[in-house]
T-cell receptor, first 114, second 113 residues
């Protein structure tokens, strides 16, 4: 079974502070993704990566950076956290990028920015 | 660009009753379509997915979905709902050679005992 883990599972941050969300997958997948989930918006893609040491912007990248130091690990970085970044963040991985591949999701990180 | 609409934010059904959750997609070609389920405080799990072929797709736990090109729809169905089906259901679309999933806003399913 595919396995994607995220840490921390929840976090409270202060406005203007730095936040790092981590994701680890043991699927040997090349593709990894960061989404945020907000009520009424479903999931929206922030950043994705198809190879280590490279990241790409998704649909809503502003205010976020990503880092892929290895195939297994993918981090999302909020350099200056803002109230509007309060959300649930999901990491996912997939084997291919042909569009038809299943994405496997982690359990999510609940971020509250005060 | 592709998009997905789930017109029902919340659906309530009685346990044992049948279920249909609606999904409409927008894409000029033939898409790949997915239904994911999110149980409380968990990540998303795949229920089923559609590739061009048989329009009726079987998934896990008795779920099925039917693709209709003429209606641009991919509705999810289940013959008899169980209390454990209480969750949020997301429809998603991707395209050939596409790198991402585009999600709908989700439908919360509530099951009356």
């Amino acid at each position: 079974e595919a396995a994607v883990t995220q840490s921390p599972r929840s976090k409270v941050a202060v406005t203007g502070g730095k936040v790092t969300l981590s994701c680890h997958q043991t699927n040997n997948h090349d593709y990894m993704y960061w989404y945020r989930q907000d009520t009424g918006h479903g999931l929206r893609l922030i950043h994705y990566s198809y190879v280590a040491d490279s990241t790409e912007k998704g649909d809503i990248p502003d205010g976020y950076k990503a880092s892929r130091p290895s195939q297994e690990n993918f981090s999302l970085i909020l350099e200056l956290a803002s109230l509007s970044q309060t959300a649930v963040y999901f990491c996912a991985s997939s084997d291919e990028w042909w569009g038809k591949d299943t994405q496997y999701f982690g359990p999510g990180t609940r971020l509250l920015v005060l | 660009a592709q998009s997905v609409t789930q017109p029902d934010a919340r659906v309530t059904v009685s346990e044992g009753a049948s279920l249909q959750l609606r999904c409409k997609y927008s894409y000029f070609g033939t898409p790949y379509l997915f239904w994911y389920v999110q149980y409380p405080r968990q990540g998303l799990q795949l229920l089923l997915k559609y590739y061009p072929g048989d329009p009726v797709v079987q998934g896990v736990n008795g779920f099925e979905a039917e693709f209709s090109k003429s209606n641009s729809s991919f509705h999810l169905r289940k013959a008899s709902v169980h209390w454990s089906d209480w969750a949020v259901y997301f429809c998603a679309v991707s395209i050939h050679m596409g790198y991402k999933l585009t999600f709908g806003t989700g439908t919360s399913l509530l099951v009356d005992p």
